[in-house]
């Protein structure tokens, strides 16, 4: 198998991929998550919200820089339009049973989809603590022989959440 960079214990080699491996997604009218393929984050998002790439482009370059093309129309109604039907899925595990999973920390119920459990943690806060499996060892930044693949994570929409009409 190939060589992995991720986070594997010092005792007992328990992994986790590395945390820069979460994913963005846009949410439809439906409410439905689609993932971003990488690259081209911005052209699936103006394909699923149904506006022009373009100014999608200037819209964020406007509020997270200030540059752009003058002729695009009501960036920062765009930018926040945008914004709040896009998130990012973070790595994460359950302290409890061990399951990986996939999780909007800023949007989704912070709870584990296989024991319902609140005590879990994103890969990145892992980094440098007691190993979760093993109790000893630390999780360390190393390569590993190999990785815990994650489930694919369901498209539907959050608890709670109403879709934008």
Sequence with gaps: MPTVKGYACTRCGF???KPESGQMYVMDNFG?????????????????LGVDEEALRYAFAQKTC???????????????????????LSDCLCLNCL????????RDAKQ????????????????????PKCKQGTLQKRETRQS?????????????WLPIE
């Design 15 to 17: 992994t986790l991929p």
């Design 32 to 48: 439905t998550r689609s993932i971003c393929p990488h690259p081209g984050e911005d052209a699936h998002v103006a394909r699923v």
């Design 66 to 88: 200030g540059k752009g093309n003058p002729a695009a129309q009501h960036p920062v109604e765009l930018f926040a339009y945008a914004l709040s039907r896009t998130g990012f």
């Design 99 to 106: 399951a990986p999973f996939k999780l909007d920390v800023h």
């Design 112 to 131: 584990c989809p296989a024991c319902s459990s609140r005590h879990i943690k994103t890969a990145k806060e892992l980094l440098k603590h007691r190993c």
């Design 148 to 160: 815990r693949e994650l489930p694919e994570v369901p498209t539907m929409a959050p608890v709670g």
